[in-house]
Structure formats: structure tokens, C-alpha cells
């Protein structure tokens, strides 16, 4: 059979959302691909969320922490918990194999 790859490159420009905005965007986007057993999609929209939670610099002691921790909003509580929970559903549809781990 035919064998071949193809690459693509995109770029995506950020867009500000509210803590409430990502975590219904996340929650829709993993829903889905947790029901399809799409291991990758999930990885990356997990991987997307959490870059979502912006990082910020204190000036002062020059650390970097993630803004949603000092949040006690109930959506970054929300979002927190929706992570957390399609962190173990993406672990559980995705497949491990000896080339995964090595």
C-alpha cells in the first residue's frame, strides 16, 4: 500500500477569554474527543487549556505563577475540577504501548 506524511503549519492568534469562556470551551472540545477515543484531540485540548491559564510574572519576586490558582472564582474552581477529570479520561483512552513509554 501507499505509505506518506503531511505536514501542515497554522498559525492561531490568542484570543482573551474569561476563566467561564475557556472552561466551556474546554469542557465542549474534551467532551467530544474523550467520546470519539480521540487520545491526541484530548491531549492537545488539555494542552491548549492549560496554556489558557495565562501565566503571569510578579515583578517583585520575579516568579511565574499560573494566574487561575489565585483565583476563588467558582469557574476556576470549575475549570480546575474539569481538567483534573479529562486528565484521567484522556489517560484512560489513550493507548500504551512499549514504543508510548521508551
Excluded at 10 to 26: A, D, M, Q, Y
Aim: glycine share 6%; no cysteine; aromatic share 2%.
Amino acid at each position: 500500500g501507499a505509505v506518506g506524511s503531511a505536514t501542515t503549519s497554522v498559525r492561531v492568534r490568542s484570543r482573551p477569554l474569561t476563566v467561564g469562556e475557556l472552561k466551556n470551551i474546554s469542557e465542549t472540545k474534551a467532551s467530544a474527543a474523550i467520546e470519539s477515543s480521540d487520545a491526541d484531540a484530548s491531549k492537545q485540548i488539555l494542552s491548549a487549556t492549560t496554556d489558557g491559564l495565562s501565566s503571569t510574572t510578579d515583578s517583585s519576586t520575579a516568579t511565574t505563577r499560573r494566574a487561575l490558582l489565585g483565583s476563588g472564582s467558582s469557574d476556576a474552581a470549575a475549570l480546575r475540577a474539569s481538567v483534573l477529570s479529562n486528565l484521567w479520561s484522556t489517560y484512560e483512552i489513550t493507548p500504551i504501548t512499549v514504543s508510548d513509554v521508551a
